[in-house]
């Protein structure tokens, strides 16, 4: 009996110090924190901000001939003129994009603007004539290609088909004597950058050149001015050189920014 209560005794003194060197291995392992793995792979919508230029060149194939409409007033050489007009526009775009290869991301995009962009010369033979052009709105379905810089931060360039509404008029101040509502098609070339800055948000800055090369329409008489023809009739045909180039800076909402959430052991 002794023994017995001896021993009992020794291990109520020896076994707390005997758990307290046990190894840490054999205590209970902490589930590890979990992160989320972002990626640009997801549809998006957004809007944009910025500004146009316009730059026309206009030109009479009837040069010569001394009929109704432009081809009174165009000078030597078929020009009636050549210039650049400025303004502000906005709009929205919506697209999809899938990243691969780790940092590598494809996409396509479609996107609209509106605003107006006006130009207009005067046509010096002709005193109190004025050639006026004004782009309406572009149009644009392109692909974009990017690198991720950095998890938050993309790099892309874009290209692909455009579309835009102008308009063409002769004016003998004040009356419009002639015009044409013009659509065009074209191709457009650019670049920009985003930015990730929220879960699903993310803002974007880039610059757009647009080509729509040469197209000649027919001007149609107003029947306001005599000599340019009854209204509707056909007045003059012109043909027309236009580009564009735009800065837009916008935000996008993307559906479906981030893939599941991961452990990270």
Known sequence: MKRILLA???FAFVGPALAADLPPAVMPLKAPPMA??????????????GGAT???????????????GLGYFAPAGGSIGIDQGAGFLGGGQIGCDYQFASSWVIGIQGKADFG?????????????ITAAYQLKNTEDVTARLGYAVSPAVLAYVKGGVAWASTSVSALAIPVTAESANITRTGYTVGGGLEWKFAPGWSVFTEYNYFDF?????????????????????VADAVALRLRSQEALIGVNYRFNWASPVVAKY
């Open 8 to 10: 009992t005794t020794a």
């Open 54 to 68: 316009a730059h026309s060149n206009i030109s009479d194939p009837n040069i010569g001939v001394l009929g109704p």
């Open 36 to 49: 989320r793995v972002f990626s640009w792979t997801g549809c998006y919508v957004g809007g944009n901000v």
């Open 213 to 233: 090369g040469t197209k000649t329409s027919n001007l149609y008489s107003t029947g306001l001015v005599p000599g340019f023809g009854a209204n509707g009739a």
């Open 116 to 128: 107006k962009i006006s130009s207009s010369n005067p046509v010096a033979p002709f005193p109190g």
